[in-house]
Nanobody, 129 residues
């Protein structure tokens, strides 16, 4: 099993910044990609940013590209999501997920939530206008 614990959510005004953290523990060798998803009530879960833990390749949804940055600290087995220029539409519950994708799958499948077997409990981000 892989356990994921998110932290860093909160409330911020539009234009502000937040940094989310996702600490992994357990059998982390079973995963090679970690992705931040977000979800608001009544909407599908959206893949925001992912990172290939083996080589550091990153993936972003168009909605966050240029504003969010995903990074990792392998020594701490922690993934970060730096969120800048936040907008009210970024308000959501943010989840960290981990899974295994082959080299061929990764680019096209990183944002598909059904590819991930491990999920954190989520952290709320609220952006006010």
């Amino acid at each position: 099993q892989v356990q994921l614990v998110e932290s860093g959510g909160g409330s911020v005004q539009a234009g502000g910044s937040l940094r989310l953290s996702c600490a992994a523990s357990g059998y982390t060798f079973r995963v090679n990609i970690k992705t931040w998803f977000r979800q608001t009530p009544g909407k599908e879960r959206e893949g925001g940013a992912g990172i290939y833990t083996g080589g550091g390749d990153t993936y972003y949804a168009d909605s966050v590209k240029g504003r969010f940055t995903i990074s990792q600290d392998n020594a701490k087995d922690t993934v970060y999501l730096q969120m800048n220029s936040l907008k009210p539409e970024d308000t959501a519950m943010y989840y960290c997920a981990a899974g295994w994708l082959s080299n061929e799958e990764r680019g096209g499948s990183w944002s598909r939530d059904y590819e991930y077997g491990y999920w954190g409990q989520g952290t709320q981000v609220t952006v006010s206008s």
